[in-house]
């Protein structure tokens, strides 16, 4: 099985504002850390979200492809081992109270 590498691109000015870029392929997932910034989520990408300290963070894609799709939650997993808690439980849905998607 193959196993991609991630690099993390972060903005000195803002640590909750990381970037994930896998190095072999096109994929990219933006991080926000929604428990202290507002996020609204776009519509042509794939959002995904997790605790992990008593933060509630989102992972939102670039640019998304077909084939990088399958290839998010293991992102984020190591994203979750970076930030030293690889127990996030990573979650399909914004768990915040009032953020179900309007249809």
Not at 24 to 44: M, P, Q, Y
Not at 70 to 93: R, S, T
Request: glycine share 4%; net charge negative.
């Amino acid at each position: 099985m193959d196993h991609n590498v991630y690099l993390l691109a972060t903005d000195p000015s803002d640590a909750c504002r990381d970037v994930i870029h896998s190095r072999d392929t096109g994929l990219k997932i933006r991080v926000f850390c929604i428990s202290e910034e507002r996020f609204h989520a776009n519509s042509n990408e794939i959002q995904l979200y997790g605790y992990a300290d008593k933060k509630l963070y989102a992972f939102e894609t670039i640019n998304i492809t077909a084939d990088d799709a399958l290839d998010v939650v293991g992102a984020i997993q190591w994203y979750a081992e970076y930030i030293n808690f690889p127990e996030m439980e990573i979650l399909p849905e914004d768990p915040r109270p009032g953020q179900e998607i309007a249809m």
